[in-house]
């Protein structure tokens, strides 16, 4: 077990941090959230997918490895502070582009219509052969048929969004394609997980694959699944997705970072995205 520990030691030490590392199993537990029409049932733990058959047995979410107190604000949406920013995003799609009059429910009329989406997402644009987030179907719309310029990649009304689209796939099984079209993307973002970055030399797989479970400190190490973005984190008291996420980590390294919607972190976010595949979309999850 020591081995196995001796990058985040390493890590840890380069940075000043007084350490102590134990391994603690994710919490038996299970999901299931009160909303508003209802009780939802989310599936956070199953057989791993082939492509990790090697790796891991199972997948966790990363609602697992958290404490009791934040796991239990996902379970009520009157209580997950995630969903301000849902209702903040149903404002945005109702509400009228001052360029030319048009909104999201002009087209698409009701979010429920981007039912299934999030679970689907990054995948590889039929029209243009790119690989596109969902950030960037959100972006196609406000500039080529709202006529505004387009929202920045983590920027406030983009939350908004993202927030209340993932929400309409909540409970769909995380299901993205890695063969085809999507082959070439997924397998420079799994390049870019196996790759060391910065002073540091860490790897999102040091981490999430080879210490996963590990208690650094008060952190519990977790598989890194991206199933509950965006996500309400407390520590920031804000939403962050995926995207920003993948840019702290790597700036964690003390590496000049990518930014967030680049091809590199759109290719990453594919490979992390396959790794959870079969578990739910949580919509808006809450974690620490």
């Known amino acids: 077990m020591q081995g196995r520990l001796t990058p985040v030691i390493a890590a840890a030490l380069t940075m000043g941090l007084s350490l102590g590392a134990a391994f603690a199993d994710p919490v038996e537990d299970e999901l299931v959230v009160t909303a508003e029409d209802g009780e939802i049932t989310l599936v956070t733990t199953t057989k791993a997918p082939g492509?990790?058959?090697?790796?891991?047995?199972?997948?966790?979410?990363?609602?697992?490895?958290?404490?009791?107190?934040?796991?239990?604000?996902?379970?009520?949406?009157?209580?997950?502070?995630?969903?301000?920013?849902?209702?903040?995003?149903?404002?945005?799609?109702?509400?009228?582009?001052?360029?030319?009059?048009?909104?999201?429910?002009?087209?698409?009329?009701?979010?429920?219509?981007?039912?299934?989406?999030?679970?689907?997402?990054?995948?590889?644009?039929?029209?243009?052969?790119?690989?596109?987030?969902?950030?960037?179907?959100?972006?196609?719309?406000?500039?080529?048929?709202?006529?505004?310029?387009?929202?920045?990649?983590?920027?406030?009304?983009?939350?908004?969004?993202?927030?209340?689209?993932?929400?309409?796939?909540?409970?769909?099984?995380?299901?993205?394609?890695?063969?085809?079209?999507?082959?070439?993307?997924?397998?420079?973002?799994?390049?870019?997980?196996?790759?060391?970055?910065?002073q540091l030399e860490m790897a999102c797989a040091n981490c999430h694959e080879q210490n996963a479970g590990m208690m650094i400190r008060a952190d519990h190490l977790s598989q890194g699944q991206v199933n509950g973005f965006p996500t309400y984190r407390l520590k920031d008291a804000g939403m962050v997705t995926a995207q920003q996420r993948f840019v702290g980590c790597i700036r964690d390294t003390r590496a000049e970072t990518f930014k967030a919607g680049s091809d590199e972190l759109k290719a990453l976010e594919l490979y992390v995205a396959s790794r959870g595949n079969g578990l739910s979309v949580e919509g808006i999850s809450v974690r620490h």
């Open 51 to 198: 492509h990790l058959a090697e790796t891991f047995d199972t997948i966790w979410s990363g609602w697992h490895f958290r404490e009791d107190d934040t796991r239990d604000l996902q379970r009520d949406d009157f209580d997950n502070p995630g969903m301000l920013f849902a209702d903040r995003g149903l404002d945005r799609w109702n509400a009228k582009s001052e360029a030319s009059g048009a909104s999201c429910a002009g087209c698409h009329e009701g979010p429920e219509s981007m039912k299934g989406l999030r679970a689907v997402l990054p995948r590889v644009d039929a029209k243009t052969g790119k690989l596109m987030i969902l950030e960037d179907y959100i972006n196609d719309c406000v500039t080529t048929r709202m006529g505004e310029e387009a929202w920045g990649m983590t920027s406030g009304k983009m939350k908004d969004m993202l927030g209340l689209i993932s929400l309409q796939s909540r409970g769909e099984p995380v299901n993205v394609a890695i063969d085809g079209p999507a082959a070439e993307f997924w397998a420079k973002g799994r390049e870019m997980y196996y790759t060391r970055y910065g």
